[in-house]
């Protein structure tokens, strides 16, 4: 029996060890890529690194390479969250280094508003941008984001879908307005029973 409670309390700090060297082969992985000058493969060793772990460290080196990627809106959200993580951890140097980075980035931002009239919002509407849901409380918002191209769709039940293709400029504040759904004509309507 002893040696059964030892084996089952040994297993959760053997995992946690695999974990750790996981995420840390990872970071090495990305800051090798980084000098390579390879910044998208970098980023998503970075991601995977701060999937198993939540650190300032891997936190910041992700806000880095997110930067050098021109996201600007997602760099700045990771500065800001390295910033808590290394207070979390009472790390001051990273503290300093995450709230400088994220001043200097933020007025590269872009931002967006999606912008739906009271007259337009029919009961069900969902609006989607690349095929994720736009929260009901983001709507009018503006709100930081990366520069690039989105698909915004717009539906509800019994109405025709509407879709909106968007290009968002670095530094750039675009506000998409959601016209009126139509109403979906159904193929029987109209016809008389013979």
């Known amino acids: 029996m002893t040696l059964c409670l030892i084996a089952l309390a040994a297993a959760p700090v053997a995992a946690d ?13 990305g800051r090798a890529l980084i000098n390579l000058g390879k910044i998208d493969p970098a980023c998503e060793k970075f991601e995977q690194s701060r999937a198993l772990e939540q650190r300032s460290g891997i ?4 806000a880095d390479c997110r930067e050098r990627q021109r996201r600007f809106a997602t760099a700045w959200e990771l500065f800001v969250e ?42 069900g ?20 984001i990366d520069s690039g191209v989105y698909d915004f769709e ?20 675009v506000t998409i307005t959601v016209p009126a759904l139509t109403k979906r004509v159904r193929r029987d309507q109209g016809l008389q029973p013979r």
Do not use: C
Request: charged fraction near 25%; hydrophobic fraction near 40%.
């Open 125 to 144: 509407l969902v609006v989607t941008r690349n095929g994720k849901d736009v929260p009901e409380t983001s709507w009018d918002q503006e709100l930081p």
């Open 59 to 62: 936190v910041l080196a992700l």
């Open 17 to 29: 060890a695999s974990a750790h060297a996981e995420t840390e082969q990872l970071f090495r992985d």
């Open 82 to 123: 390295a910033k808590a993580l290394a207070v979390r951890e009472k790390r001051e140097p990273s503290i300093a280094l995450a709230e400088r980075r994220a001043k200097e980035i933020a007025g590269n931002r872009a931002f967006l508003t999606v912008a739906i009239p009271e007259s337009h919002r029919v009961p």
């Open 154 to 173: 717009a539906r509800a039940t019994g109405y025709n879908p509407l879709v909106l293709h968007v290009e968002v400029m670095p530094q750039g504040k």
